[in-house]
């Protein structure tokens, strides 16, 4: 069975910076579609950052230049490195898995942005 387990939110300062980490088991992230989707209060979930098991990777615009996905093939983990962040950051974020067209969803981590 799939478990994907997010760890790294936090409280900053907006301008401050934070990584987080998905942890997967039961796959092979090198294997699969790794997402980063993130969902701020009363509102939709948003999909932020992807990297595809043959490394291509995509951004939501508001979070390009600042915000860099990378995974770790021997440790099974992905990644978001989250940079220059702002209030609108705010949001839990979850971390995803699609294989065989199937999505699994990480627990989520929350991420506190002050101003």
Do not use: H
């Amino acid at each position: 069975q799939v478990q994907l387990v997010e760890s790294g939110g936090g409280l900053v300062q907006a301008g401050g910076s934070l990584r987080l980490s998905c942890a997967a088991s039961g796959s092979d992230v090198s294997s699969n579609t790794m997402d980063w989707y993130r969902q701020a209060p009363g509102k939709q979930r948003e999909f932020v950052a992807r990297i595809t098991s043959g490394g291509t990777i995509y951004y939501v615009d508001s979070v390009k230049g600042r915000f860099t996905i990378s995974r770790d093939n021997a440790k099974n983990m992905v990644y978001l490195q989250m940079n220059s962040l702002k209030p609108e950051d705010t949001a839990v974020y979850y971390c995803a898995q699609t294989q065989f067209g199937v999505v699994d969803w990480g627990q989520g981590t929350q991420v506190t942005v002050s101003s």
